[in-house]
């Protein structure tokens, strides 16, 4: 194959940097028609951010518009980008953040800012807003509502758990010891020489231990019951600048004041956890609103605990219509509540109530069902065990859905006729 030139130079593009414009475009004009920031940009110029506006006091320095704040936000979303400072440089470097935000360069505090302070009561608003222009062009008419869940995992330190079980063992465990001591403390009162105080006054013995009961419950009951010792102990001890405690009321002394050095502390840092668990079964300690949920299975087939959310989605047409947040596990047990917060979200958009409801077995049971009912909803909700009475398997020889219900009676009669009256 010769490698002879062909007699035809080769043909590069003009390029020439630092070219200037006669007139030069707006920003604008370098977006293309269909772009979908320009989607973006129209359903927020037609929202009513007067809720938003309300988080505003007056006064001061110019503030953002929180309309290009919302904006800038909102497409950082659709583009994955979700840090403070990278929406900044966005809208530095990146035209479609240049165009949203007029050429203007809000920095990461005040992106951060916005996002806690101004949109943390009020983007409910804001979504009931996308809501109502999606149902005004069509695009949603609230007949049927799915609703389905997923564990979100927070990206708090997945060894920082705290478990309810664990908090109220330790914490039975200080509160035992604390009666050990003040029993102790009793009994070296009951042996002491000296008369007895008047029982009506700060003198009176302290009763710590009923007959097979545990009065203390709390680190409030043990300050008190350290308060009422100390009184005695302080009653009791004799008057004079030479004259010593004896050996008893000394060995009092030196153990009422192990309870708030050593005792009380860990008591109240109990407390503190049951606060933060607020009955749930754990939490994370870099992250305490989330709760250690069973995930589903990574590609080797292994499960474990992770912290994590529980959230809710409704959807029509591939919209979402709703979501809400939970702290509990079971989709069951959020059904009603993400009901509730929907119907809540439709009423302020002055919509009406969806006519079907459709979810899977893992939302079926009799509260869920009567909560349709009563809010007039169609209910397409499996019931748990749905698939195996379709294949034929279960557990038991005659399935409850096999079984004959008097009225009458309010009992089930098998098929053989048994029934238990």
């Not at 503030?63 to 979700?82: A, C, F, N, Q, W």
Request: proline share 6%; net charge negative.
């Amino acid at each position: 194959m010769s490698n002879k030139p062909s007699g035809r130079g080769v043909v590069f593009k003009p390029y020439v940097q630092d070219q200037g414009w006669l007139f030069p475009p707006t920003i604008g004009e370098l977006i293309p028609a269909q772009h979908k920031v320009r989607l973006i940009n129209e359903a927020i110029d037609g929202m009513d951010l007067d809720k938003v506006l309300s988080t505003y006091k007056g006064g001061g320095t110019s503030s953002y518009p929180p309309k290009m704040l919302l904006k800038i936000l909102v497409y950082g979303y659709v583009e994955k980008v979700y840090s403070s400072r990278m929406l900044e440089k966005a809208c530095h470097e990146n035209i479609c953040f240049m165009w949203l935000s007029g050429n203007q360069h809000p920095g990461h505090n005040t992106i951060n800012s916005f996002r806690k302070h101004r949109l943390s009561n009020t983007v409910k608003d804001v979504f009931a807003q996308v809501l109502l222009l999606l149902v005004e062009q069509g695009y949603v008419q609230l007949k049927d509502y799915y609703v389905d869940g997923t564990k979100m995992e927070s990206v708090a330190n997945r060894y920082s758990f705290v478990w309810a079980k664990n908090v109220a063992r330790y914490k039975a465990s200080v509160l035992e010891k604390v009666a050990q001591i003040l029993a102790h403390i009793d009994e070296l009162s009951s042996q002491e020489d000296s008369p007895p105080p008047d029982p009506g006054g700060p003198g009176t013995k302290t009763d710590v231990l009923a007959e097979g009961e545990q009065p203390l419950s709390d680190s409030k009951a043990v300050r008190e019951a350290i308060s009422r010792i100390n009184s005695r102990l302080d009653s009791e001890m004799p008057g004079g600048e030479d004259t010593k405690p004896s050996k008893s009321q000394a060995k009092q002394k030196r153990l009422a004041g192990k309870l708030p050095k050593d005792h009380l502390p860990k008591l109240e840092g109990y407390e503190e956890q049951e606060r933060l668990l607020g009955g749930r079964s754990s939490y994370s300690k870099t992250d305490v609103d989330a709760t250690f949920m069973r995930t589903k299975d990574d590609h080797l087939g292994n499960g474990q605990l992770r912290p994590c959310y529980n959230l809710q989605v409704g959807t029509e047409q591939q919209f979402i219509v709703n979501y809400t947040v939970h702290q509990t596990a079971s989709d069951i047990s959020c059904f009603v509540a993400h009901m509730d917060d929907t119907l809540g979200v439709l009423d302020n958009a002055g919509l009406k109530l969806p006519d079907n409801v459709c979810a899977d077995a893992g939302y079926g049971s009799e509260q869920n069902y009567e909560y349709l009912e009563e809010k007039g909803i169609e209910a397409y909700v499996k019931y748990p065990g749905y698939h195996k009475e379709q294949k034929g398997k279960h557990k038991h020889a005659f399935p409850q859905q096999a079984l004959h219900y008097n009225e009458e009676g309010d009992y089930f009669v098998c098929p053989m006729g048994q029934h238990p009256f």
